[in-house]
């Protein structure tokens, strides 16, 4: 399969995206697991939203072997979120991996994007009551929130 561009796959709806490494914090059954089990559910009640995971390690190595990444993720998922959980295979860029303090691998980063692709909320870390407290009244709102797409 074909790489493809995440941003249009982004658009018209509100989105949680959790970033991963595989590293013991920043894991599918850790830190993203936090995540999901504090406010995945009720997230995934509102009105036209999605949630995305992405695989994002650097390195050559690591570029070269993205299909083994995908096979492992992919046995890893429920068969539900195959298709919601991709892997970055891309050339790092200082400015992304600053911006999204992606240079901590140990931990996991997540976004809250609303419906035109912006960045509305970051936390990077294991979740906290006063980051699941933010994060549930914005989500509410970007989930409400009327655009024009035009």
């Known amino acids: 399969m074909r790489g493809f561009t995440l941003f249009p796959r982004l658009q018209h709806k509100t989105t949680l995206l959790l970033i991963f490494s595989g590293q013991p914090l920043s ?5 993203l697991r936090q995540w999901l089990d504090v406010v995945g559910e ?44 991709f892997v970055y295979r891309g050339a790092w860029k200082w400015e992304y991996e600053h911006a999204l303090h992606l240079y901590n ?17 970051h936390a990077v870390g294991l979740p906290t009551d006063e980051a699941t407290q933010i994060f ?6 970007l989930a409400h929130e ?3 797409f035009t």
């Open 136 to 141: 549930r009244s914005l989500a509410k709102r």
């Open 42 to 85: 009720d997230f995934k009640e509102l009105p036209n939203t999605q949630v995305f995971k992405l695989h994002c390690e650097e390195g050559w190595f690591n570029r070269r072997t993205h299909q083994l990444t995908k096979f492992q993720l992919r046995r890893q998922v429920d068969e539900s979120e195959i298709w919601s959980t």
């Open 105 to 121: 691998k140990d931990l996991p980063v997540v976004l809250l994007l609303d419906a035109v692709g912006y960045i509305r909320w």
């Open 146 to 148: 009327k655009r024009n």
């Open 27 to 31: 894991g599918l059954w850790t830190g």
